[in-house]
Nanobody, 115 residues
Framework: QVQLVESGGGLVQPGGSLRLSCAASGRIFSSDDMAWYRQAPGKERELVATTTRRDTTNLVDASKGRFTISRDNAKNILYLQMNSLKPEDTAVYFC?????????WGQGTQVTVSS
C-alpha cells in the first residue's frame, strides 16, 4: 500500500505564499504519476497540477504562473509551491498518486487565504 501525508497548509494573506508537501511511503516509485487537487467548500474537487512518469509538469489554467509542482524523488516528497495566493485558492489540498497497487489519496491540508 501507499500512504500520502500532506502538510504545509495554513492561513495566509492574499498575495502570500505557501509550500505544500506530500510525503509518500510504501510501494511508490518515481515513475508513478502524482498530482495535486483541491476542494473548496461547496465545490467539486479539481485538479491543480500534475507530474507524470515522463517527468512532465502540468499546471492547470487556474494556477499556471502562480503554482509550481515538483518532486524530490530521493525522499518521495511531492511539493506544490503556491505564490500570489488569492482568496479563491482557499481549499483543502490533496495529493494523489496512481501506482501499480492502486490509486491513493492523502487526507488533505487546509489552505486559507484571507485578510
Amino acid at each position: 500500500q501507499v500512504q500520502l501525508v500532506e502538510s504545509g497548509g495554513g492561513l495566509v494573506q492574499p498575495g502570500g505564499s505557501l509550500r505544500l508537501s506530500c510525503a509518500a511511503s510504501g510501494r511508490i516509485f518515481s515513475s508513478d504519476d502524482m498530482a495535486w487537487y483541491r476542494q473548496a467548500p461547496g465545490k467539486e474537487r479539481e485538479l491543480v497540477a500534475t507530474t507524470t512518469r515522463r517527468d512532465t509538469t502540468n499546471l492547470v489554467d487556474a494556477s499556471k504562473g502562480r503554482f509550481t509542482i515538483s518532486r524530490d524523488n530521493a525522499k518521495n516528497i511531492l511539493y506544490l509551491q503556491m505564490n500570489s495566493l488569492k482568496p479563491e485558492d482557499t481549499a483543502v489540498y490533496f495529493c494523489r498518486t496512481w501506482t501499480a497497487s492502486g490509486d491513493y489519496w492523502g487526507q488533505g491540508t487546509q489552505v486559507t487565504v484571507s485578510s
